[in-house]
């Protein structure tokens, strides 16, 4: 049946009949409830709408009021379609061929008539259809024929996987539309689909994918199908498509998603049935693949369809054996000798390694009685046996060295392996490695013995150590020995014969780092029997002088034992240190922990007694960083009281209030009484800074209420004093900051403001010690507010005639770039006409500060992107500061980043309307020598801005 074109006269008319039709529908709706009488007259309207879809210029607006109805009908007149079965069947009829070709409509008629069909399927009307559900089905697969819109695809999704959820079961009925269902979703994948810039539908591939690899998982029905679609679509070239057809072959697999999950045993069988040419297929890929990642996903897929095929012939009693019923040699068994070929053929290649990978991500990823299966194939025969074997004595020398070769790389194979194991911590691998320990501390025992003959060997034999040592169940694997302790001090006691023999810089580091993994195990004897040998190497000289083996200990953190801590304690004097000592050193102090309250006392001990033996602040905070009991900790304060140097003693006295968290309350309160005791009267104006600072800090940390500052203090200190108002929420201290913005003359002002008040709290304290001071979060926002209307007037009512009023109005546009440094960029949006012309002034002006500068420049990259356009005067003022401020040496990357950055928004943001060829030229020659910057960072972005201006130039040409 062909649709009516009607000439526009009649269309007109035909309009105003549907218009009609559709307003007395909505009417009866409208009502508060409609009565039974109303029934004929709604299926009446409705059929007269859908009368209108064979009208082509009303078929639209037809559709919709159709979909409309079928959205709100529920609520209304639940009962109409089960009085009028007909309806539904007239709905499919008059929305399908042959009245309405969908395919050949535009994709708002394509998208009204699925919602229609999605209506169906969620309102559940199919079952209205009288058992023309087979008419529903074929409507909505000729509907969505050669569908290719992203946004109609994610309805076409959700119909078939409803179709087939609702009615996959009815075999009879769903099976001869199979073949097309699977046809409609296959054209789709693997999903190619690059979504525009700002798209504002918000369609992402991820959403098309999931949705699709949903329709291929829909039905048991589709599993014939799929499997050799998907596996054959595996061996495409494009990693995309690979990583794709493994997420689904996952998914199809698996127990919770997969095909079998509540199906017939028929299904199984089916899934089954791919098990087979899916490992053969992926086994064949991995070892193809260049892409790592995809490896990596080929390998776990691989793990659970192997899991899959062995947990299937374990429920039928089939035992796991190299050997099929008909004699032939297993997948699994097939895929052990691959893995060892590549292994044996060259086992230091990186085919080897990845043989070795596959293998480890299989144990990790399977049961009990694969992962034994493979373990005992292949590492323990294939591997271990051999190495346990050794090298025949009698061989050529030639052939010997090889040989040698060939042995290290099996240790290093089976290290691999032990190490996979212990990160992923499989049980069932873990206790396999347990039960063949003896065998594995044979490896270890025949490589670490012949440290002088074969020292790769020995290297991949200690590696080896050091991982078994990460297993959770170390002390068990070496209980199977039954001379743990002995074999733990037979090592030890090699290690130290190594340290001994003045080895190279390149065997300190390869031992020492092995040592190190060794002192993490979990089982501490290891880190005890090898400290009780290696601290008879270190003496107080030793560490003194630099000694290169003793500084390895250290710095490997070997040694961290209470002998240890006190040996480095005694060095720690007022003697000049070298550098590489200092560091060394100050591992085993920092690194020491115990369980024993006698030996950390002894430590806290010891510690307080050589702070008072040191000046260097340096080491000072490091040992006071150590401290952790009351007591010591007031030992120290008293210490700091009576401390010679006052700014080291300041200095000292606000790392202690920062780091301490018992430094609160109380505590903070009769500190700060007698730090003013202390340091008021005689506390110049240089210390008065710190002094600041520190009762800044006791006064965030102080629950009493905090004393006034007197006009006759330091600036430093009252600003301190502000500071811990505003943050503790007090009103005084803003009102007081206000005050002081107005009548202070000192001209460090703006820089001691910035310096302070710029700092959040976060960074005053450390992160135990916040706890104790808590703060008014608004603080920020607060304070611009406050001040910001005081600072904007003086910035304007200041006559610079005379060098005083200079210095008024210098110090203002500092202050309001410190301000504005406080709040986010957004936080002034309003504000960005009237900051622009101090900004200007701000970074023209010659004692303005590098802070102030960045502030200026973010606010000019602001008022770029919001005003869309700049002013001639502005670019004038700009430019000329930016360019050279880039070719000073002591500008700081920070600042040269926001300058680049800076340049190419102009760039970008506007063409030859502002930008001159002038300005292209002094640009791109004041940023060339950036392109050699030693930082990476300014060196990309110099890249960046030079490219941008260079084709405003080309562009300019033109």
């Not at 058992?131 to 819109?149: H, P, T, Y």
């Not at 990476?936 to 300019?956: D, L």
């Amino acid at each position: 049946m062909q649709q009516t074109q009607n000439n526009p006269a009649s269309s007109s008319g035909a309009s105003e009949d549907l218009l009609s039709y559709d307003s007395q529908l909505k009417a009866i709706l409208s009502q508060d409830s409609v009565s039974p009488d109303q029934l004929p007259t709604i299926a009446t309207l409705l059929l007269k709408i859908l009368e209108k879809v064979k009208d082509i210029y009303q078929v639209h607006p037809a559709l919709v009021m159709v979909s409309d109805f079928l959205s709100a009908y529920q609520g209304k007149v639940p009962q109409l379609f089960a009085t009028r079965p007909d309806l539904a069947a007239s709905i499919i009829k008059y929305t399908s061929s042959p009245i309405l070709h969908v395919p050949a409509y535009n994709f708002k008629t394509r998208n009204t008539v699925f919602q229609i069909y999605q209506q169906f399927m969620v309102n559940k009307l199919t079952q209205h259809l009288e058992n023309q559900e087979a008419m529903f089905v074929a409507s909505v697969l000729s509907g969505i024929d050669e569908e290719k819109d992203p946004r109609n695809l994610l309805l076409t999704y959700d119909l078939i996987y409803f179709i087939m959820k609702e009615h996959g079961g009815k075999k009879s009925f769903i099976l001869p539309f199979i073949d097309e269902i699977f046809d409609k979703i296959s054209c789709y994948f693997p999903i190619n689909f690059q979504p525009p810039k700002n798209d504002k539908y918000q369609i992402t591939p991820d959403i098309l994918k999931e949705k699709l690899a949903r329709c291929f998982l829909s039905s048991p029905l589709l599993a014939p199908s799929a499997f050799p679609f998907i596996l054959d679509k595996l061996t495409a070239q494009q990693t995309e498509t690979k990583l794709e057809c493994l997420g689904l072959l996952r998914d199809m697999f698996s127990f919770e998603h997969g095909y079998c999950q509540g199906s017939e045993a028929r299904y199984v069988e089916v899934v089954q049935g791919h098990c087979g040419v899916a490992v053969g297929l992926m086994v064949n890929e991995y070892f193809n693949m260049v892409d790592d990642n995809c490896k990596r996903v080929t390998a776990e897929t691989l793990a659970l369809v192997l899991k899959r095929q062995s947990d299937h012939q374990l429920s039928k009693g089939i035992s796991l054996s190299g050997t099929t019923e008909d004699g032939k040699a297993s997948q699994l068994a097939e895929i052990l000798e691959k893995c060892y070929k590549e292994v044996n053929d060259s086992p230091e290649s990186v085919t080897a390694f990845f043989a070795c990978d596959l293998l480890s991500i299989i144990l990790i990823n399977t049961n009990k009685s694969l992962s034994h299966y493979i373990l005992q194939r292949f590492l323990v025969e294939r591997i271990v046996d051999p190495l346990i074997e050794g090298v025949d004595e009698h061989m050529h020398h030639d052939h010997v060295h090889s040989e040698m070769g060939r042995q290290a790389a099996f240790v290093q194979i089976v290290t691999n392996l032990a190490g996979k194991v212990a990160e992923g911590k499989e049980p069932n691998a873990l206790l396999f490695f347990e039960q063949i320990s003896v065998k594995l501390l044979a490896i270890v025992d025949k490589g670490i013995t012949q440290y002088d003959i074969k020292n790769v060997i020995f290297e991949k034999s200690l590696k080896l150590l050091a991982t078994l040592s990460q297993f959770p169940n170390f002390e068990q694997i070496l209980n199977q020995t039954g001379q743990s302790e002995l074999k733990l001090q037979k090592y030890a006691g090699i290690f130290a014969q190594i340290f001994k023999s003045s080895p190279s810089q390149v065997v300190l580091s390869v031992v020492g780092e092995q040592l190190e993994k060794l002192m993490a195990s979990k089982y501490l004897r290891v880190s005890e029997i090898i400290q009780e040998q290696m601290q008879t190497l270190i003496t107080l000289e030793k560490i003194r002088q630099g000694d290169i083996v003793t500084l390895s200990l250290l710095n490997f953190g070997i040694l961290t034992n209470l002998y240890t801590v006190e040996l480095c304690l005694q060095v720690l004097d007022n003697s000049t240190l070298k550098e590489e000592v200092m560091l060394a050193i100050q591992k085993p102090i920092m690194g020491f922990k115990t369980e024993s309250q006698e030996e950390n006392l002894n430590v806290q001990n010891m510690i307080v007694q050589t702070l008072q033996r040191l000046t260097k602040t340096s080491q000072l905070k490091l040992l006071m960083g150590k401290l952790t009991s009351s007591e010591h900790i007031n030992q120290v304060l008293n210490w700091l009281f009576t401390f010679g140097n006052q700014e080291v003693q300041l200095d000292l006295l606000c790392y202690a209030v920062k780091t301490y968290p018992f430094i609160n309350g109380d505590v903070a309160t009769h500190l700060a009484q007698e730090v003013q005791q202390l340091f008021g009267p005689r506390v110049g104006y240089e210390a008065s800074y710190k002094y600041g600072k520190l009762l800044f800090l006791l006064d965030l940390k102080n629950a009493k209420n905090l004393p006034q500052e007197s006009a006759s203090d330091a600036l430093p200190f009252r600003l301190f004093r502000l500071y811990a108002l505003i943050l503790r929420g007090n009103q005084q201290g803003y009102t007081q900051l206000k005050n002081l913005v107005i009548s202070e003359k000192d001209e460090t002002f703006p820089h001691l403001f910035g310096q302070i008040f710029t700092k959040p709290r976060d960074a005053y304290l450390t992160e135990k010690a916040r706890n104790f001071a808590p703060i008014f979060k608004l603080y920020k926002q607060r304070l611009f507010s406050t001040l910001y209307p005081v600072v904007f007037e003086l910035a304007h009512s200041m006559d610079e005639g005379t060098p005083a009023c200079k210095q008024k109005h210098s110090k203002s546009v500092q202050i309001m770039m410190h301000l504005c440094s406080l709040v986010s960029l957004g936080h002034l949006q309003d504000k960005l006409h009237e900051l622009i012309p101090i900004a200007e002034q701000a970074i023209q002006l010659e004692d303005s500060q590098g802070s102030v500068k960045l502030t200026a420049l973010q606010l000019f990259r602001k008022i770029l992107l919001v005003d869309g356009g700049v002013q001639g005067n502005h670019l004038e003022s700009f430019l000329p500061f930016i360019l050279s401020s880039l070719s000073q040496p002591t500008t700081d990357s920070v600042f040269k980043v926001e300058s680049l950055h800076t340049l190419t928004q102009i760039a970008l943001q506007y063409g030859k309307g502002v930008i001159k060829k002038g300005h292209i030229e002094r640009v791109t020659k004041a940023i060339t020598p950036l392109l050699d910057d030693r930082k990476r960072a300014v060196r990309k972005f110099a890249r960046t801005c030079i490219n941008e201006w260079q084709t405003q130039g080309v562009t300019a040409g033109q």
